[in-house]
Nanobody
Framework: QVQVAESGGGLVQPGGSLRLSCVAS????????MAWFRQAPGKERTLVAG???????NYADSVEGRFTISRDNAKNTVYLQMTSLKPEDTAVYYC?????????WGQGTQVTVSS
């Protein structure tokens, strides 16, 4: 059974930083890409950042230059380092991975940016 689990959310002031972590089962982590999505209240879930198994990254325009996605293959972990956080970054952040036939989501972690 593939498992995906996030951690690291919380409350942070505007301009602050936060790092999210996501641990995935080794069986899938070493082969497939990983991604972070987020969903704000009343809005659709959208892609924040992605990283391939080879380490190639991509970002949503809204977070380019502020967020960094990375992966530690030895720990089966993908990170999302978030800096210069804004109130509009407030959302539930989800870790995602998938194969050609299956999607795997974490349970989500809340990030709130507020003074």
């Amino acid at each position: 059974q593939v498992q995906v689990a996030e951690s690291g959310g919380g409350l942070v002031q505007p301009g602050g930083s936060l790092r999210l972590s996501c641990v995935a089962s080794r069986s899938i982590f070493s082969t497939y890409g990983m991604a972070w999505f987020r969903q704000a209240p009343g809005k659709e879930r959208t892609l924040v950042a992605g990283i391939t198994s080879a380490g190639k990254t991509n970002y949503a325009d809204s977070v380019e230059g502020r967020f960094t996605i990375s992966r530690d293959n030895a720990k089966n972990t993908v990170y999302l380092q978030m800096t210069s956080l804004k109130p509009e970054d407030t959302a539930v952040y989800y870790c995602y991975t998938g194969t050609s036939t299956d999607d795997y989501w974490g349970q989500g972690t809340q990030v709130t940016v507020s003074s």
